[in-house]
């Protein structure tokens, strides 16, 4: 047994928004932008964060797998839906992670992840790291053209890795490229050419350097290279000063996915997992005030667990969208008159909200001793009619279970904020039902005895007070 890298996942939202769809709409003002018109970025749906993205990516990591070994989740990312609240404690709840997992919000920097993963190396013990990114942007700016809504996971531990690390090495450097202040919501960025040639090009190389000479491995060796970088050619230029390959430089994705920001290091790392032979050498790089430099060797052939997608089956996953005003919408970036029924107080009682944790952040149901009967929500008694016994119930997770649509609903009379909302009965295999919202598909494609899986979703939010909701809602398990 050796430590190292157990397994990986990733989850891109399944819209993916033209760029020229945002270009059309905004090069009346600025038509320089018309070069960036090219390719789609991965949108969040409107009930989407970087919990919700978290979750799936490391659900996609674990699929296969057992939980009870995690010792420790590192949730990284710049887009934490709340400031005072851990917001890994939401993710591990919701993947069911035992109680004294160790959990850890890692934040402010795009080399989060980086930082979080070379942290967990030095610990050396059974980390799931996870980054998502959800960031929102000024109306027909190049940020908003270049972004892209993503998360990866990372599964650390001792057994037989995938890949085994073979040396790291970090530098730190208040180097303001950007920076977003608790007065600002969006990013405010400097001057390309000097975020290029005074940051990533007098920076990046030496860490690079140091990390190379740590594992005893020449630059030409490296078969990988994961850096993103917001600049254009950046990746090649440092790869070039530090001696790597140009052949080794990974595609940044930007045309089919766009830069998922602190998440970006991770899901090129995953893609270059998915893609690597035993032998090859994987270096990632995360820039952001100094940056952090991890060389990795791939020590056996990336096995794709029953359902799990990876990089490059959520990028087969898409959804095209050509609608910009959704990208808007969904990120409040234009205030919508929503009508009356978009009203109603969505006051969450915090008590409520812990005493039924189980059903709700992690939804487990019941399963009855006596009879077998499985049922959502858990209850004191059996609802077998032929049973109902009394406290004969144990806690059963439903998340991980496929269920049927038995009936459905596309309504336009209640609010959402992408209308209609589909909502119906779902049957699960080995029993129970429950009604439920249905997300990422279009209402001509609820169908009776359709397979849906389970995927963690926001409810709805409390304007009024700042609160998001979660739950779990049902997704088609094909695309749709």
């Not at 057992?66 to 709340?82: E, I, K, W, Y």
């Not at 960025?189 to 491995?217: N, T």
Request: aromatic share 8%; with cysteine; charged share 25%.
């Amino acid at each position: 047994m050796s430590y190292g890298i157990l397994a990986a996942g990733a989850y891109i939202p399944r819209l993916r928004l033209s760029r020229r769809s945002i270009v059309d709409a905004n090069a009346w003002l600025n038509p320089a932008l018309k070069s960036q018109a090219k390719g789609e970025r991965a949108m969040c749906n409107w009930d989407e964060d970087s919990l919700t993205m978290a979750v799936e990516a490391a659900r996609d990591t674990l699929a296969g797998r057992g939980r009870a070994d995690v010792a420790a989740l590192h949730l990284c990312s710049t887009t934490f839906p709340f400031l005072d609240r851990l917001n890994a404690g939401v993710v591990a709840r919701a993947l069911d992670l035992a109680d004294d997992v160790s959990a850890l919000d890692v934040a402010a920097t795009q080399r989060a992840a980086t930082s979080a993963l070379r942290t967990a190396l030095d610990a050396r013990t059974s980390t799931l790291i996870v980054a998502a990114e959800n960031r929102r942007a000024k109306a027909g700016s190049s940020s908003e053209i270049s972004s892209g809504d993503g998360a990866a996971a990372i599964l650390l531990g001792d057994g037989e890795p995938i890949a085994r690390p073979l040396g790291r090495a970090t530098a730190t450097a208040d180097f303001v490229d950007h920076y977003r202040s608790m007065e600002q919501p969006f990013d405010y960025q400097w001057e390309e050419r000097w975020i290029r040639d005074a940051g990533y090009m007098e920076i990046v190389p030496a860490v690079i350097g140091r990390c190379l000479a740590q594992a005893g491995v020449a630059a030409a060796d490296v078969a990988h290279f994961c850096m993103p970088a917001a600049v254009s050619r950046v990746a090649p230029a440092v790869a070039k000063a530090a001696g790597i390959p140009e052949t080794a430089v990974r595609d940044g994705l930007g045309g089919q996915c766009g830069d998922t920001g602190a998440a970006h290091p991770l899901v090129l790392l995953v893609a270059a997992l998915e893609d690597a032979k035993p032998g090859d050498r994987i270096l990632v790089v995360g820039f952001g005030q100094g940056a952090d430099a991890i060389l990795f060797e791939c020590t056996a052939p990336f096995e794709a667990a029953p359902g799990h997608l990876g990089v490059r089956g959520h990028l087969a996953r898409r959804c095209e969208e050509l609608n910009y005003s959704k990208l808007l919408a969904f990120g409040d970036l234009v205030e919508i008159e929503r009508g009356m029924r978009a009203e109603a107080d969505k006051l969450t009682p915090l008590s409520a909200l812990w005493r039924h944790r189980d059903a709700v952040t992690s939804f487990k149901g019941g399963r009855c001793t006596a009879c077998g009967t499985l049922q959502f929500p858990k209850s004191r008694i059996c609802v077998n009619p032929n049973c109902n016994a009394l406290d004969t119930q144990e806690p059963h997770a439903f998340a991980d279970k496929v269920g049927r649509m038995n009936s459905y609903t596309a309504d336009r009379l209640t609010y959402s904020p992408d209308p209609p909302a589909c909502y119906g009965m779902v049957q699960f295999e080995g029993g129970g039902r429950w009604m439920m919202d249905f997300t990422d598909l279009e209402p001509d494609q609820l169908e009776v005895g359709r397979a849906m899986r389970m995927v963690f979703r926001i409810k709805d939010v409390d304007a009024q007070r700042g609160f998001r909701r979660y739950f779990w809602k049902a997704a088609p398990v094909t695309p749709a």
